[in-house]
C-alpha cells in the first residue's frame, strides 16, 4: 500500500506566487488533514476534512484553501505565497479518532 | 481549553539507559493518547495509542507508556535505550468529544543517544 502520498517533496516559491501541494490517499479513509511543522512548535492544524465535498478549518487557516472532490485527494491551496507560510507542510488521513492518523512524509516548502 | 504538554524539548540519555519522555494532558472528557516519532525528514510514525482499553499500552521498537487518569499523564518509556531511537517524540490527544477527531500536539522532545 502506498499509504498517503504528497507531492512535491521540495519546492521554493517567491512572494506572491501560488502552487498547489498534493496529497492523495488509497486507504478509503474519511478523515484527512494538513498540518504544518515549525520548529519547536509541534505541529499545527490548517484544515481537515470529514468526507468528500466537506471541508473546515483548523487553527491556522489564513493564506490557505482546499478543496476535497473525491474521497482520495485532498489538495492544498497556497495563494500568494509570504515568507511566514515558509514550512514543513504534512497530510494526514484517518479512519476515525481512535485509530490515529496515517502521515504523508511531508512537502518542505521555503517562500523567498 | 484542551492541550498537551510535553516537558523537554530535548532529551539525551546514555545507549542502554532508560529512556523517559513526558506528557501531560488536559480534558474534561476521556481522551485517547497517542506518540509518534518522527526521523529526520520524514513524516511521523504511530508508536502506540491509548484509547480507553488496557492503561498500560505497548507500542512499537520496545516503547511503552501508561496512561494515569489522576496525574492526567501519558509518559513514553524504553528500558534500554539504542542508537536507532534517536529522533523526535510527540504527544497528541484528541478527545471523544473532541471535533471530528483532530489531534492536538504537544510541541515535540528530541531525543538524542549517546554511545
Known amino acids: 500500500n502506498a499509504g498517503v502520498t504528497q507531492t512535491p517533496k521540495f519546492r521554493i516559491l517567491k512572494i506572491g506566487q501560488s502552487m498547489t501541494l498534493q496529497c492523495a490517499q488509497d486507504m478509503n479513509h474519511n478523515y484527512m488533514y494538513w498540518y504544518r511543522q515549525d520548529p519547536g512548535m509541534g505541529l499545527k492544524l490548517i484544515y481537515y476534512s470529514v468526507g468528500a465535498g466537506i471541508t473546515d478549518k483548523g487553527e491556522v487557516p489564513n493564506g490557505y484553501n482546499v478543496s476535497r472532490s473525491t474521497t482520495e485527494d485532498f489538495p492544498l491551496r497556497l495563494e500568494l505565497a509570504a515568507p511566514s507560510q515558509t514550512s514543513v507542510y504534512f497530510c494526514?488521513?484517518?479512519?476515525?479518532?481512535?485509530?490515529?492518523?496515517?502521515f504523508g512524509s511531508g512537502t518542505r516548502l521555503t517562500v523567498v | 481549553a484542551q492541550s498537551v504538554t510535553q516537558l523537554g524539548s530535548h532529551v539525551s540519555v546514555s545507549e542502554g539507559a532508560l529512556v523517559l519522555l513526558r506528557c501531560n494532558y488536559s480534558s474534561s472528557v476521556p481522551p485517547y493518547l497517542f506518540w509518534y516519532v518522527q526521523y529526520p525528514n520524514q513524516g511521523l510514525q504511530l508508536l502506540l495509542k491509548?484509547?480507553?482499553?488496557?492503561?498500560l499500552v505497548k507500542g512499537i521498537n520496545g516503547f511503552e507508556a501508561e496512561f494515569k487518569k489522576s496525574e492526567t499523564s501519558f509518559h513514553l518509556t524504553k528500558p534500554s535505550a539504542h542508537m536507532s531511537d534517536a529522533a523526535e517524540y510527540f504527544c497528541?490527544?484528541?478527545?471523544?468529544?473532541?471535533?471530528?477527531?483532530?489531534?492536538?500536539f504537544g510541541k515535540g522532545t528530541k531525543l538524542s543517544v549517546k554511545p
Open positions: 494526514a488521513s484517518s479512519r476515525d479518532r481512535a485509530y490515529g492518523y496515517t
Open positions: 497528541a490527544v484528541t478527545f471523544s468529544g473532541g471535533s471530528q477527531g483532530n489531534l492536538i
Open positions: 491509548y484509547t480507553s482499553a488496557a492503561t
